[in-house]
């Protein structure tokens, strides 16, 4: 069973940028479509984005497109999201996810296993 760790979370003020790391192990990544989620207090769970397992096809929410990109490098079994023009309402728990031999997908249902998490804070 694959295993992931999010890294790169942190405090950064608006308009900055951060870059996400999900490293797994256990298990190559490279059958697996991932995704990032987010989540702020009090708030549910939110797709971000995702990737394919080719990382040929992605997705974004609309309220980051244009500003994030998701990335893989499946040789290094770590997927990225590049966030940009960072908002105050970026603020939340980012989580990746994996999804063994699938399809890009929003639904967090569909998503195996979750990492544990990386706080992003964007200060106004």
């Known amino acids: 069973q694959v295993q992931l760790v999010e890294s790169g979370g942190g405090l950064v003020q608006a308009g900055g940028s951060l870059r996400l790391s999900c490293a797994a192990s256990?298990?190559?990544?490279?059958?697996?479509?991932m995704g990032w989620f987010r989540q702020a207090p009090g708030k549910e769970r939110e797709f971000v984005s995702a990737?394919?397992?080719?990382?040929?096809?992605?997705d974004y929410a609309d309220s980051v497109k244009g500003r994030f990109i998701i990335s893989r490098e499946n040789a290094k079994n770590t997927v990225y999201l590049q966030m940009s023009s960072l908002k105050p309402e970026d603020t939340a728990v980012y989580f990746c996810?994996?999804?063994?031999?699938?399809?890009?997908?929003?639904?967090?249902?569909?998503?195996?296993?979750w990492g544990q998490g990386t706080q992003v804070t964007v200060s106004s």
């Open positions: 256990g298990r190559t990544l490279s059958r697996y479509a």
């Open positions: 996810a994996a999804k063994w031999n699938g399809l890009v997908t929003r639904t967090h249902k569909e998503y195996d296993t």
């Open positions: 990737i394919s397992w080719s990382g040929g096809s992605a």
